[in-house]
């Protein structure tokens, strides 16, 4: 783990893979296009990437997901998400609870913006790093991308 962020740890071909979970759709578009070339340089040639994808577009309309209230010793914890559309991203914002004998022990809210972007754009902006997408589509919800073997271009930019 770096402290800083990708770039400014200047990895370079030094990781077989790179894992975005649930990150990827909370970065505007200026900063996911910052994030693809130093992935691109901290991966050895042939490595994967393999991330989450972001919501494809904005909602229509307001979308609340409920939490399965979680019972854990004396404790039950819930709460619920609610995703909105506001100008080109998604307000996403969860609220926990947490009760115990039927009273709030604590609650709790917060808020991510997150801008949505289809897998059809992410696969176009990986493969101009070098970046081509891997054949296996297990899960809809995760694109998986390999660092083409013959980039060394990308490896050459920065000493």
């Not at 909370?26 to 296009?33: E, G």
Request: some cysteine; hydrophobic content about 45%.
């Amino acid at each position: 783990m770096h402290p800083q962020t990708l770039e400014e740890a200047a990895l370079h071909g030094v990781a077989d893979v790179a894992i975005c979970h649930n990150t990827i759709a909370c970065l505007a578009p200026a900063a996911r296009q910052a994030l693809w070339p130093a992935v691109a340089r901290a991966l050895v040639p042939g490595g994967s990437l393999l991330l989450q994808l972001p919501p494809a577009r904005l909602p229509d309309k307001d979308i609340m997901r409920v939490f399965p209230r979680q019972r854990v010793g004396r404790h039950e914890y819930g709460g619920h998400m609610l995703m909105s559309a506001d100008g080109n991203r998604i307000r996403t914002r969860f609220d926990y609870w947490v009760r115990g004998a039927g009273n709030a022990l604590r609650e709790h809210i917060e808020t991510f913006w997150m801008w949505p972007a289809t897998r059809a754009e992410l696969i176009g902006d990986l493969e101009k790093h070098g970046f081509a997408p891997l054949l296996r589509r297990d899960d809809p919800a995760v694109l998986s991308m390999t660092l083409s073997s013959g980039n060394n271009v990308l490896h050459s930019r920065r000493p």
